[in-house]
C-alpha cells in the first residue's frame, strides 16, 4: 500500500478559493481550523445552533449551509451521516456549479448511492482515521493523523490534485494518506460498528453476568472488564506497539493465559455469523436498507435498545463505581 504524504501534495490548487465546510461539528471544526492556518479561506456553514456559537468563538463568521455551498470552490460536506441526503437535495444541490469540488469524510452516502452527485462536479473523499480532536491537536503539534482517501469522480481532470490539497491542509499528508474508495471506507466503518464493537460489547456484557454468577461483586467485574481504564492503555499500546508486542508490557502469567485461552473461544457459529453480517448485511446493502427505514420510522427502534441497556445490571453497576474512577483520575 503506497503513503502519500507532503512530498506528494500541493496546496496550489487551493490558493484563491474559497473552501465551504458544511457542518461544524468534531471534524468540521477541526478541518476549518486547520485549513484556516494552512492560510486558505475557509467559510463555514451550519444551522443557528451550538456548532454555530462554537464557529463565531472560533473566529468564523458562520452563514446557512445553503449560502456556503453558493459561495464555496470547495465542498466539504461534513453534517452526519444521516442528515446528508436531506440537506443535499434542499441546500447543497440548488446551489451547485460545474467544476465545484465536493469533498466527505465519509463514504456512506455517495458509496452506497443514497447520494448522487452530478456529472459535472468532481467527488473525493479524505476521511481521517481519528476524531476531530485529534486531528486538530496534531496538526497544532506540526503532526497529522492518517487518512483515506479517493476519487470517485474527475470531471475536471484535476480531481486528485485538488483532494491532495485538501488533505495537505487538514494535516492528513503529514501523517500519511493512502487511496481507497467511497465504499471500501464505509464498509470497514460499518465492519467495526457492526462486528467487532458490537463482538467486545457482547462479549463484556456476557462476561459481567458470568462474574456475577459465580460471586464476583458487579462493581468490581465492571472495573476489570473497562472501569480501571488499564482495557484504553493496553489498545493505546497495541495502536503503538502492535496486538501482539504489546503483550511484552504484561506478566507472563497474563501472557500464557491470553494467548493459550484464546485459541477456541470464536465457535464456528459465531464466524458464520460475522460472515453473514460483513457478505450480506454490508457488502449486500441489507443494513443501509434496515437504517433508512428506521430513521424514517423516527428511531424509534434505537431508542428502544438505548433505554434498555441503561437498565441493565451493568449500567447499574457502572453507576456506583465510575465516579471513584473519575475522581481518581482527576487527582
Excluded at 497544532?140 to 480531481?159: F, Y
Excluded at 457482547?202 to 467485574?221: D, I, Y
Aim: aromatic fraction near 8%.
Amino acid at each position: 500500500m503506497k503513503i502519500y504524504t507532503d512530498a506528494d501534495a500541493s496546496l496550489e490548487p487551493l490558493l484563491g478559493k474559497t473552501v465551504s465546510i458544511l457542518g461544524y461539528g468534531n471534524q468540521g471544526q477541526a478541518q476549518a481550523l486547520n485549513l484556516r492556518d494552512s492560510g486558505i479561506h475557509v467559510l463555514v456553514g451550519n444551522r443557528q445552533d451550538s456548532y454555530a456559537e462554537q464557529a463565531v468563538e472560533d473566529g468564523f463568521d458562520p452563514i446557512s449551509i445553503s449560502d456556503a455551498a453558493k459561495a464555496g470552490d470547495y465542498l466539504i460536506i461534513l453534517t452526519t451521516d444521516e442528515s446528508q441526503p436531506v440537506i443535499w437535495d434542499q441546500q447543497i444541490v440548488p446551489n451547485l456549479e460545474a467544476g465545484n469540488v465536493l469533498v466527505w469524510s465519509s463514504g456512506y452516502n455517495v458509496g452506497y448511492g443514497l447520494i448522487k452527485p452530478p456529472d459535472d462536479v468532481d467527488v473525493v473523499m479524505v476521511a481521517p482515521r481519528m476524531t476531530g480532536n485529534n486531528v486538530r491537536t496534531l496538526f497544532k503539534h506540526n503532526k497529522g493523523t492518517m487518512a483515506q482517501v479517493a476519487v470517485q469522480q474527475d470531471a475536471t481532470g484535476e480531481a486528485w490534485k485538488r483532494m491532495m490539497a485538501v488533505a495537505m491542509g487538514i494535516g492528513a499528508t503529514r501523517g500519511g494518506v493512502f487511496e481507497s474508495s467511497f465504499r471500501e471506507e464505509a464498509e470497514l466503518d460499518l465492519f467495526a460498528e457492526q462486528v467487532v464493537w458490537p463482538g467486545l460489547v457482547a462479549w463484556f456484557e456476557e462476561c459481567f453476568k458470568l462474574g456475577v454468577e459465580q460471586g464476583f461483586s458487579a462493581e468490581l467485574m465492571v472495573l476489570e472488564l473497562y472501569g480501571s481504564g488499564e482495557a484504553s492503555e493496553i489498545f493505546r499500546l497495541m495502536s503503538q506497539e502492535g496486538l501482539y508486542k504489546q503483550m511484552a508490557n504484561h506478566s507472563t502469567t497474563s501472557q500464557y493465559g491470553t494467548l493459550s485461552r484464546s485459541k477456541n473461544l470464536v465457535s464456528n457459529e459465531q464466524k458464520d455469523l460475522m460472515r453473514e453480517r460483513l457478505v450480506h448485511d454490508i457488502k449486500g446493502g441489507a443494513f443501509v436498507k434496515e437504517w433508512s427505514a428506521e430513521q424514517a420510522s423516527g428511531s424509534k427502534l434505537l431508542e428502544k435498545l438505548k433505554a434498555e441497556v441503561m437498565e441493565n445490571a451493568m449500567s447499574r453497576a457502572e453507576e456506583q463505581i465510575l465516579p471513584l474512577v473519575q475522581e481518581a483520575h482527576a487527582i
